[in-house]
């Protein structure tokens, strides 16, 4: 078995290849006359039911995402998040896993979880 490191390097790429293989994006759900359906950024429908027999590059993207891999991934973020949390020192705001290096709150690790979504209206100004 290969290290931690790699393992999550070969995950990440493959999560990268099936992203940039599938359409553009952001998708969405469309209530089509045939049924729930997956659309993309132009309308058109990426998915509907019946269509994961088409092997699609799409599908792939899609079932790599599944709701059950999402709330595993939430739930490591929330373990990470909760390892970097905020400490009073010396009258600043420290990140208490980071402590010894001098890193303020949000250490580097947080604004990385959080850069996750920084296309998000409420993301932090600083984080820009």
Known sequence: MTGWAEFITARLDEWEAAAKAATRGPWRIANRHYGNTVVGADNADIAW??????????????????????????????????????VRHEGRMMCGTCLGTGTTWPCRTVQHLASVWSDHPDYPEAGR
């Open 49 to 86: 039911p019946g269509y994961w027999e088409r092997g699609d590059k799409n599908s792939a993207h899609i079932t790599a995402h599944d709701p059950a891999r999402v709330l595993r991934q939430a739930a490591a973020m929330r373990m990470i998040l909760d390892h970097h949390k905020p």
